[in-house]
């Protein structure tokens, strides 16, 4: 259905090859935000969960700030709506960038062995050092991923991250816009929603990151 979509698209030729491109909808009033503007080393907040060890997510310059969590998410406890828009800034302080989060899991999983397998879908700025960005359903090394080669993290560089998920005939569509620009979709037959798949949660492997300014809105 989407390649349908891209090759209607062309035949209408470059001029209107724009009005084509996903775009995300009109923002609509948040249901929840976080700018994680409160002193260092104050605790995350009630809306938070955990699943690492303590001093892996903390707060840091009015954000929050990760290392070493190697597959332990930190979940939102507000359930996500169906239909999503999740918006946040990120960034990373290594080369090797590791920029991660997951959207639509259980709100409670995390790694108990090196081999992990999300409860949601898997956004991934700057993985296997820098190589690849990719969207994945559940399962990191999925043959199912999206994924690219051209979009490396900058040490340093601010990164606005819009994920949107809405309901669409054929099941789900999930897009991943970066800086406004669209970065990856995925088009999902048997999407991930319903219990078991109602949380957000940010995540990372191993280096310095940063995450500030979530904000969750209705699609």
Not at 9 to 19: K, V
Request: glycine share 10%; proline share 6%; charged share 25%.
């Amino acid at each position: 259905m989407r390649r349908a979509h891209l090759l209607g698209c062309l035949g209408l030729g470059l001029s209107t090859l724009a009005a084509c491109t996903p775009k995300l909808p009109a923002a609509k009033p948040p249901l929840f935000s976080d700018n994680f503007d409160r002193p260092d080393g104050l605790e995350l907040g009630a809306a938070w969960q955990n699943t690492a060890p303590p001093g892996v997510y903390r707060i840091e310059g009015g954000a929050l700030a990760v290392r070493g969590a190697h597959n332990h998410p930190l979940w939102l406890k507000r359930e996500l709506p169906t239909d999503a828009v999740i918006e946040l800034d990120a960034w990373s302080d290594s080369p090797d960038g590791d920029l991660k989060v997951e959207a639509f899991g259980d709100g409670k999983s995390y790694a108990l062995t090196l081999e992990y397998t999300s409860t949601g879908y898997v956004f991934i700025h700057g993985g296997w050092h820098n190589r690849l960005a990719a969207l994945c359903r559940m399962e990191e090394h999925g043959e199912d991923r999206k994924t690219r080669g051209d979009l490396k993290v900058i040490p340093g560089r601010r990164y606005h991250y819009a994920i949107a998920r809405h309901t669409t005939a054929q099941g789900s569509r999930v897009e991943w816009f970066i800086d406004g620009q669209l970065a990856l979709e995925m088009d999902d037959a048997a999407p991930l929603s319903g219990p078991g798949h109602q949380y957000f949660g940010f995540d990372n492997w191993e280096t310095a990151v940063h995450f500030d300014n979530l904000v969750i809105r209705p699609y």
